[in-house]
Antibody, heavy 122, light 108 residues
Framework: QVQLVESGGGLVKPGGSLRLSCAAS????????MNWIRQAPGKGLEWISS????????YYADSVRGRFTISRDNAKNSLFLQINSLRAEDTAVYYC???????????????WGQGTLVTVSS | DIQMTQSPSSLSASLGDRVTITCRAS??????LNWYQQKPGKAPKLLIY???RLQSGVPSRFSGSGSETDFALTITSLQPEDFAIYYC??????????FGQGTKVEVK
């Protein structure tokens, strides 16, 4: 069965860095675009980044561009998010999600991980 | 950027009620609209995609409708497990995405 398991969250001081990971299993990882979505405490969902199947096409939300870097290792079935220059407003649960598609141009997130909490505080 | 606005932000309903949540896009998105359900402490779960297609395994009391800018998620006969937060999401601009702010369905 499809599984996505995030890790790497924790408590970090403002200005610090973290590297989040998402371990995928149960499907051909290299066939799917992958995404990071975050949710601040008590708030809604915010899409933050997408990466193509090969990793050569990447997109970011304006709120994180320049500080966050998405990457993937298809040989290890893993997705990553490097987060730099952390701010209090980056405090959130970070989810990875698989993008599913159907012909001709229908897309949605069909599987999500359980999330990893990042807390930015001094 | 396409903005997604849900209404209401919250609602109170009783078991067995029919509930409708609306989602409006700031520009036409054809039928590229998905709905998710999120329960406390859990990841979102896909309910409806492409505005009206029911995800496998989702009960038939959930349905979606609409196109262009106006969409709705309807739950016929609300069940105890349906109390949750519901989010719409546009996929028109994939691989970038926008979610609505969410609608919380609470017990009356």
């Amino acid at each position: 069965q499809v599984q996505l398991v995030e890790s790497g969250g924790g408590l970090v001081k403002p200005g610090g860095s973290l590297r989040l990971s998402c371990a995928a299993s149960g499907f051909i990882f290299s066939d799917y675009y992958m995404n990071w979505i975050r949710q601040a405490p008590g708030k809604g969902l915010e899409w933050i980044s997408s990466i193509s199947t090969s990793g050569d096409t990447i997109y970011y939300a304006d709120s994180v561009r320049g500080r966050f870097t998405i990457s993937r290792d298809n040989a290890k079935n893993s997705l990553f998010l490097q987060i730099n220059s952390l701010r209090a407003e980056d405090t959130a649960v970070y989810y990875c999600a698989r993008r599913q598609w159907e012909l001709p141009t229908i897309y949605y997130f069909d599987y999500w991980g359980q999330g990893t909490l990042v807390t930015v505080s001094s | 950027d396409i903005q997604m606005t849900q209404s209401p932000s919250s609602l109170s309903a009783s078991l067995g009620d029919r509930v409708t949540i609306t989602c409006r896009a700031s520009q036409s998105i054809s039928s590229y609209l998905n709905w998710y359900q999120q329960k406390p402490g859990k990841a979102p779960k896909l309910l409806i995609y492409a505005a009206s297609r029911l995800q496998s395994g989702v009960p038939s009391r959930f349905s979606g409708s609409g196109s262009e800018t106006d969409f709705a998620l309807t739950i016929t006969s609300l069940q105890p497990e349906d109390f949750a937060i519901y989010y719409c999401q546009q996929s028109y601009t994939t691989p970038t995405w926008t979610f609505g702010q969410g609608t919380k369905v609470e017990v009356k």
